[in-house]
């Protein structure tokens, strides 16, 4: 009974959670109802954006003090919420670094990762016991926790990396993961990956991303938008990235950056897929092999519409699609239900996102074969802005 009961609290809550998002994206017509909590959401915002303003002047006066390491910090962010690129990005920028003989570390906040238990908290607080060091996802050897434990895209990044040596930690407190970087494992270069908002590490250089296809959104700060910052705060990038640009120009939103940040340089790449993988790693796939195919397609990610383009750009035929919100933990039934309907539309194939195969467990065999798109970063415009930005993250490592 209690458990029929919290299953279906927590179906209508994800299905509320679901029409909030569709709401802030501007999914949902505007009836009537949808215009009152549209209105609701937008009161809230001027709280939020007073709030931020106000956290922002604390730090700018110096009431609220900042935190420098003694090594090179670049911040990857954003202003807004939502899928950017900024996993692909802090990626392709720990290789290059990496391959320069830089010592990178990635620290992150692990969002969605397993969290210390309340009562242990407590408890450690009773005893005024130290607080655990930050969790190593890789120790740039191996491996030491998984998607569950460290949130999907540490894992991802650090399975990733893992052969360059590039270390991923997770903490919620990343001046000590800095600090823990450097002093325990001789770190030189530390890429704070979703950063911009996080204050109490200041970073030398900003890597400011702004997703072309949707830059700011309704232009709403959230919880009516999707900004976390106004759009003024662009003049914190020290370079900015247009991410998921098919190179096509975007004068409108260039002049909008150069308003609010006249001097910043401007680095435009894509997000293209390179393969298809099986979530074990024991098989690869052209991108070819989407042609003329029938297949499903599952993601639990912000903005879905732009991986299921790609299957669809490759010559696939989608016959079965379902989304999950972002982040969304899948269950052993959900996952049945998917491949189930997938063989009841007749796929050939399931595929998925390389971020939602990292919560799937890569041995367990299904009715379908199972891929995932693998994408990667590519410069389309600034390629010149973006070898100076590496050359000066490399200038003058130690301060």
């Not at 299905?15 to 809230?44: E, S």
């Not at 005024?128 to 949130?151: C, F, H, I, M």
């Not at 790693?281 to 042609?291: D, H, R, S």
């Not at 639990?300 to 989304?323: C, H, K, M, S």
């Amino acid at each position: 009974m209690f458990s029929q009961l919290f299953q279906t609290i927590n179906t209508y809550s994800e299905r509320f959670v679901q029409f909030t998002a569709d709401v802030i994206y501007d999914r949902q017509p505007m009836r009537p109802a949808v215009r009152v909590y549209a209105a609701f959401l937008k009161g809230l915002s001027l709280i939020f954006g007073l709030a931020v303003r106000g956290r922002f002047f604390l730090y700018e006066h110096r009431l609220l003090h900042d935190r420098l390491l003694g090594c090179k910090v670049v911040v990857v962010g954003n202003i807004t919420v939502g899928g950017t690129g900024k996993t692909p990005v802090t990626e392709k920028m720990a290789r290059v670094l990496s391959e320069r003989g830089r010592k990178v570390a990635i620290l992150s906040r692990g969002y969605k990762s397993r969290a210390e238990p309340l009562a242990k908290k407590f408890l450690r607080w009773l005893l005024q016991r130290e607080a655990p060091p930050p969790r190593v996802v890789s120790d740039g050897k191996r491996l030491l926790l998984n998607s569950d434990e460290a949130g999907d895209e540490p894992y991802m990044l650090a399975r990733n990396l893992l052969p360059l040596g590039v270390v991923v930690i997770v903490n919620r407190n990343r001046v000590e993961s800095g600090l823990f970087a450097l002093k325990k494992i001789g770190m030189d270069t530390i890429l704070l990956d979703d950063g911009l908002q996080y204050l109490p590490l200041r970073g030398q250089i900003n890597l400011l991303l702004v997703d072309k296809t949707n830059p700011f959104g309704n232009g709403c700060l959230l919880p009516r938008g999707i900004l976390r910052e106004p759009v003024s705060n662009l003049r914190r990038g020290t370079y900015v990235f247009l991410t998921k640009s098919d190179g096509t120009p975007a004068p409108e939103l260039v002049e909008t950056i150069r308003q609010n940040h006249p001097t910043v340089q401007i680095i435009e790449c894509a997000h293209q897929p390179k393969v298809l993988c099986s979530p074990d790693g024991t098989k690869t796939l052209p991108l070819e092999y989407l042609n003329g195919r029938r297949v499903a397609t599952f993601s639990g990610i912000a903005t879905p519409e732009r991986f299921e383009d790609f299957v669809r750009r490759y010559g696939a035929q989608i016959l079965y699609n379902q989304r999950f919100l972002d982040h969304h933990r899948f269950s052993e039934e959900d996952l049945v239900d998917i491949f189930d309907e997938a063989a009841v539309s007749d796929a050939e194939f399931v595929v998925t996102t390389e971020k939602d195969a990292v919560r799937i467990d890569p041995a367990r065999k299904w009715r379908l074969p199972l891929y995932y798109l693998r994408l990667e970063i590519e410069i389309l415009n600034g390629q010149d802005v973006f070898d100076s930005a590496v050359a000066r993250i490399c200038e003058g490592v130690r301060q």
